[in-house]
């Protein structure tokens, strides 16, 4: 039987406070502990993007990390991109573009985008494509994203 951990840290923007099992993943945590759902799981193995997350402003695949390592620290998910009554820009121009096709990998896919955006607003095509290389869609082809994104940005790709 594995040993329960309790950690405190911070989910968008709202302390949270939960105890468990040691060795879980945050992407379980998130979903089977605390009903965020938008954070998917796919391969498992921090290949696909799917699982993305920001934690204290860096972009991770939730797969990976314990959830212990959450403690005292700041993660932002899907959910938290949303304001009370209105999307994100990027999550929004996802949706204007006809970006988010069969919505598996977006949440990832978003949240990787706005990380990226966030540290370059100047963002250039080959740097977007650098920068989503980790980011799995089957479904895209990748165009409309990088039209989203550069919308988002306010650049031209």
Same mark, same amino acid.
Do not use: W
């Given at each position: *039987? ?14 949270? /406070?939960?105890?468990?099992?040691? @060795? *879980?993943? +945050?992407? &379980?945590?998130? /979903?089977?502990? !605390?009903? @965020?759902?938008? +954070?998917?799981?796919?391969? =498992?193995?921090?290949?696909? =993007?799917?699982?993305?997350? $920001?934690?204290?402003?860096?972009? !991770? &695949?939730?797969? !990976? ?7 005292? /620290?700041?993660?932002? +998910? $899907? ?20 970006? $988010? ?6 949440? =990832?896919?978003? !949240?990787?985008?706005?990380? $990226?955006?966030? %540290? &370059?607003?100047?963002?250039? %095509?080959?740097?977007?494509? /650098? =920068? ?7 479904? +895209? ?17």
């Amino acid at each position: *039987m594995s040993a329960t951990v309790e950690i405190a840290f911070t989910l968008n923007g709202r302390p949270v /406070r939960t105890s468990v099992p040691a @060795h *879980m993943s +945050t992407l &379980n945590m998130l /979903r089977d502990v !605390l009903d @965020h759902t938008g +954070t998917k799981y796919a391969c =498992g193995e921090g290949e696909c =993007g799917a699982c993305t997350v $920001i934690v204290d402003g860096v972009s !991770l &695949n939730s797969c !990976l990390m314990h959830a212990v390592e959450c403690e005292g /620290r700041e993660v932002t +998910t $899907i959910e938290g991109l949303r304001s009370e009554d209105a999307l994100h820009p990027m999550q929004q121009a996802f949706v204007d573009f006809g970006a $988010i096709q069969c919505g598996y990998c977006m949440p =990832g896919m978003i !949240l990787q985008a706005k990380h $990226i955006v966030d %540290r &370059n607003p100047a963002i250039t %095509r080959q740097q977007l494509k /650098r =920068g989503l290389e980790g980011n799995v869609c089957r479904c +895209t082809g990748y165009h409309k994203v990088f039209d989203a994104v550069a919308a988002a940005a306010g650049v031209e790709i």
